[in-house]
């Protein structure tokens, strides 16, 4: 199971989220603050990290960090 | 030993500046500068098309070479807006600058990878029929099929043409080179009734993905690593995708050339814009040039100064 630590892990390495205490799970990214660019770093970061492909998944499916999880979850990514 | 001997290039007069755009697509100036990276553009008038910047760049090659026009073997241009579908470009070209009737004239259908798959083909047309000197121009009008709404491309693309004379005692000699091509994708960046369109998320995705793997094959082809490269060239399609490039090849920033403030993505003028002002610069021994998008394709070499090959 990935959890949200791990998917946090991955948004802090690619730097787009500069207080990462303050980032809500449960908004978007875009309600946090990040704008479409750096989202789509962080999809391709979690693609390499879980071997998920997330190419064609609409953007509102993966827009939160609970989003991603439950997504990554349902398409049987490992950690 | 072919290679690059004289580049010279052309913009439109016809300046656009994006911060003019700001409050229509809700972005500010950090976002503009830091993110897209391009604060003006250039674009050709509506009755301007391909041939004209294309002639205008040739016409800046002469103007600063010693190449003559009736010494050209092969003239080659690199576009995908042409003036009309019949007949090609480089044959208008040809025509309108009283090129020899010897001169081979064909256009290259490409991208932004389409400069350095061209100084391929025409360097391998050259050898394979002894050819001494050839052309190989760069000239994609995407103000044609930009949509004015379009925030997702308006902001990026620019107007402008270059022009290489490939010949011998070159400065630069190009090698190593490394292709590939993702024909899934053919959808990501695509006209559609004249109307350019670009998944934006798509083409990032492929860049940061296969651009990295494209220059250290090429690398890899040379034996080289990346400390043995002066300068990384590559397509200029925005600051945040060169950016992005440079932190997945651990690259030291000062290598990462940077040309798109004031022209913004010139298509496949984009690489032969940047190695313009290099070929003075003696201390620039080894360039890594990578060129990516339209197809989607993709295509690496480095060029290295003639005395180090």
Known sequence: MITNDQVRDVIEETGVVPDMAALDDTKSLEENGVDSLDTYTVLFALEEKFGVSLEKVDMEKVASVDLMVAYLNAHGATS | ?309
């Open chain 2, 1 to 309: 030993m072919l290679g690059i001997k004289e580049i010279a290039h052309f913009l439109p007069e016809t300046r656009k500046d994006n911060r003019d755009l700001m409050e229509t697509f809700d972005i500010d100036e950090a976002f503009l500068r830091d993110k897209i990276g391009v604060m003006e553009r250039r674009a050709l008038g509506p009755d301007e098309t391909a041939s004209d910047m294309a002639v205008a760049a040739l016409e800046a090659l002469l103007a600063k070479s010693d190449l003559d026009v009736s010494e050209i073997d092969a003239l080659v241009v690199v576009t995908q807006n042409p003036d009309s579908n019949i007949p090609h470009v480089s044959g208008l070209v040809h025509g309108r600058m009283g090129l020899p009737a010897r001169t081979l004239t064909f256009d290259i259908s490409l991208g932004c990878s389409g400069y350095v798959i061209g100084l391929s083909v025409l360097t391998s047309v050259m050898q394979a029929n002894g050819f001494a000197n050839a052309v190989l121009i760069t000239s994609d009008p995407y103000s044609k099929v930009v949509q004015p709404e379009d925030k997702n491309t308006v902001l990026l693309f620019g107007d402008g043409a270059t022009a290489t004379w490939i010949g011998q005692d070159p400065v630069f000699v190009p090698g190593h080179f490394s292709f590939g091509s993702k024909g899934d994708l053919d959808g990501a960046l695509a006209t559609r009734d004249g109307a350019l369109t670009m998944d934006g998320r798509a083409v990032f995705t492929f860049a940061a993905g296969l651009a990295p793997k494209s220059v250290r094959q090429t690398l890899e082809q040379a034996g080289l690593e990346t400390g043995d490269i002066d300068s990384f060239l590559f397509h200029q399609g925005s600051k945040y995708i060169i950016d992005t490039l440079a932190t997945r090849l651990k690259l030291p920033r000062e290598k990462v050339v940077n040309g798109l403030e004031k022209t913004g993505n010139t298509v496949s003028s984009s690489i032969p814009m940047l190695i313009e002002p290099l070929l003075r610069d003696g201390s620039q021994k080894r360039l890594l040039l990578c060129g990516f998008g339209v197809g989607l394709s993709y295509a690496s070499c480095i060029c290295t100064r003639k005395e180090n090959t």
